[in-house]
C-alpha cells in the first residue's frame, strides 16, 4: 500500500483530471461498450468458452481491449512533452533564429508550438487531440497512431462477433413456411440451447454496438492513415501547412530561393524509426532534430520568422467604426454575418469605436486580426486577437502601401 500511494503522486492526481472531458468520457464509453459487448456476446450466444476457439476468441477480445486501454492512457497521460519553462538554445547566438513564448518564458524550440489548450509549448505539435484531452507531439506521437490502428482492428473482430451472433441467433428462430419467412423470438431452435435466451434487448444492444465498432473503424482507421503520412514524412500537420504557407510567400515576391523541408530524412524508413522505437521512447530529446544534408537546425524556425515578418507586412489596419461585443454569432450586425459566423474555436474580440485594428487574413464577413494596443504593437506585451465582423470597420484611409484586402483563409482549423 505505502508504495502504491508513493508512485500516485500529487501531480499524477493532478493528470487525472483530463479525464473529466467530453472526449475521454465518450472514446472510454465506446471502448468499453464494444469490448462488454462482444465478450458477453461471444460468451453467451456465439462461441462459448468450453470451445478452443472460443477460448482463444475471448483471449483475443481481451488482449485487444488491454492493448488499446494502454496506448489510449499513454497518449494521454504520457503526452507530449513540453519545451521546459524559460528555455534557451544552447548557444545564445541561435536565439536570433527562434520565436520567443510570453507565457512559456522561453524559446520556441524548433518543431515546438505554443498549445493555447494546454498552455505550455509542445515538442512537435501535430494538433491538440480532444479526445485524449491532451496534445499530439514528440513523446506519444508513437502510442497515439498505435491506438489509432489498434482501435479499428479491434472494433473489427467485434464487428464479426456482432455481426455473426445476430447472425446465427436469428437464423435459429427463423421459421420458414409458405411464402413467409418469420423470424420468432420466443425460442432458440439450436442445441444445446444457450441459458440465457438471446432476447429482443440483447439484439438492440448487439446492434447499437455493431454501429459504434463500425463507425470507429471508419473515422479512427481514416486518422490512423493520416497520422502514418505524418510519421512518414516527418512532417506535422502544423509543418505541411508551414511549407504551405513557404510556397506561397516565395511565389508572392517572386524569390529566387526553395525551401526544403529539414526533417523529412528522405527514406520512410529513417523516419518511421524516429518515432517507433524498441525501447518506446522516441529517438533524441525533442528539441533538437536530425536534419537532412543542405539544410540548417533553424531553416524551419528562420521561415516562421520570415512568414511572420511578411503577415505584419502584408496586414492591413483597420478602424473601428461600430462597437462589437465579441458575441459568437452577433444578432445586429447583419443576417449574413449571422450566418457566416468561422466555425474555429479561436476567440472573438470586442471591439469599441474608434480601436484599430490589423487584420491578417479574413471571410467575406469576418476578418481576424490584432488589436493595435498604444504603440507597442510591435511584439507588444500582450496580445488581443481574434474574429470580428468585416462591418464593424473600415480599411484606415492613412494606409497607402497596403491597399488590398486581406486574402481570403485558405484553412480553417
Ligand atoms: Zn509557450
Ligand atoms: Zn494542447
Partial sequence: MGTFCSVIKFENLQELKRLCHWGPIIALSVIAICSTMAMIDSVLWYWPLHTTGGSVNFI??????????YNYFNAMFVGPGFVPLGWKPEHSQDSMYLQYCKV?????????????????????MDHHCPWINNCCGYQNHASFTLFLLLAPLGCIHAAF?????MYTQLYNRLSFGWNTVKIDMSAARRDPLPVIPFGLAAFAATLFALGLALGTTIAVGMLFFIQMKIILRNKTSIESWIEEKAKDRIQYYQLDEVFVFPYDMGSRWKNFKQVFTWSGVPEGDGLEWPIREGCHQYSLTIEQLKQKADKRVRSVRYKVIEDYSGACCPLNKGIKTFFTSPCTEEPRIRLRKGEFILATRGLRYWLYGDKILDDSFI???SRIRGWFPRNCVEKCPCDTETDQAPEGEKKTR
Fill in 161 to 165: 462477433i456482432f455481426v455473426m451472433t
Fill in 379 to 381: 511584439e507588444g506585451v
Fill in 104 to 124: 512559456c518564458q522561453a524559446y520556441k524550440a524548433p518543431r515546438s508550438h505554443h498549445c493555447r489548450k494546454c498552455n505550455r509549448c509542445v515538442m512537435k
Fill in 60 to 69: 483475443m477480445l481481451i488482449n485487444w481491449t488491454v492493448m488499446i486501454l
